[in-house]
């Protein structure tokens, strides 16, 4: 690797860095975050805060939940869940194992089911080093109780809940969930609404894989479905269509431009199309660019062993 490159990767560890790891997350002022209900469809809702967007299925059963962020947020999503449904939390599905997505897992986790992709607790079980940045293993109820190699179904609040395993795609963990009667989709981080995405090439993920689970999703989902993203703002088929777009472009213009011998800081120099600007964030523009020059390295990385 040049030294260009590990620039470029270094940068982004650090943008990573700021939102996705709980360490980070620890030294985080949470006593302003506000968690945000939004109404989605029927008994489904979003819940907004600080990290990954949480689906929240409320009815007769309970309360089931998608993804739980940080966990020093766990007494204002609980208050959150009140307000929507005074029933108890019954399952916890995490769609990945990112800290912004599991943060909350060891406070939910002791009277709730948490149930995830079984890579998804090898990782937490095991600990992680992202870019540099350590996470400590999870243990006790922190843990998923449940783990499937490829789907499992919850049967709630007048439903089928699908959790599906999209592998190789934002990790090599990721579950799609869909909620069948109710017409929704929470696609965790296989979807940043309006926002260059982090793709963990470091734990199994692939921009091409993220590409072919977006792709998949469009192809089998109604036209009128409403689709809950990792990050960003509740949405539907034309923003999931816009994000397959983005990727599918500005991966086909680093390929082409790596194919031609062009170094990561000469793909930098040149940046992207306009349309794309506003899609910098947490990621910037060059971190994305990284990302998708690196992906197309193809390495993977399968889930560290748990220390028992």
């Known amino acids: 690797m040049t030294r260009a490159q590990s620039a470029g990767l270094l940068a982004l560890a650090a943008t990573f860095a700021m939102y996705a790891i709980p360490a980070t997350a620890q030294q985080r002022d949470f006593s302003k975050v506000e968690m945000k209900v939004i109404p ?45 449904n005074p029933g108890k939390l019954r399952f916890v599905l995490n769609t990945h194992f990112h800290g912004d997505h599991t943060g909350g897992n060891p406070a939910f986790g002791v009277d709730s089911t948490i149930i ?44 089928e809940i699908q959790a599906r395993h999209f592998p190789h795609s934002h990790t090599d963990g990721d579950s799609i969930i869909f909620f069948t009667k109710s017409n929704v989709v929470h696609m965790g981080d296989d979807f940043f609404n309006g926002l260059f995405p982090f793709v963990d090439t470091e734990s199994g ?25 990792g990050h ?33 800081e000469q793909l930098q120099a040149a940046g992207l199309p306009e349309e794309w600007k506003s899609w910098s964030s947490f990621i910037k523009t060059n971190d994305w660019i990284a990302v998708l020059y690196k992906s197309l390295d193809g390495a993977k990385k399968a889930p560290a062993k748990a220390k028992h």
């Open 40 to 84: 989605v469809s029927g008994n489904i809702y979003m819940l907004e805060g600080a990290g990954g967007n949480i689906g929240v299925s409320a009815g007769p059963d309970g309360v089931l939940i998608v993804d739980d962020q940080y966990a020093p947020l766990a007494d204002k999503i609980r208050e959150a869940l009140k307000g929507i």
């Open 116 to 159: 995830a992709h079984e890579n998804v607790r090898k990782r937490l079980e095991a600990g992680s080093v992202i870019f540099g940045n350590k996470t400590e293993p999870m243990t006790g109820p922190g843990l998923p109780v449940i783990t499937y190699a490829d789907a499992v179904s919850v049967h709630f609040n007048g439903e």
């Open 205 to 229: 993920g692939s921009v091409q894989g993220l590409i072919d689970a977006v792709a998949k999703v469009l192809a089998e989902v109604p036209a009128d479905v409403k689709i809950i993203p």
């Open 232 to 264: 960003g703002p509740l949405s539907d088929v034309a923003g999931l269509k816009k994000f397959h777009r983005m990727l599918v472009e500005t991966m086909a213009i680093v390929r082409k431009g790596k194919a031609a011998g062009k170094t990561l």
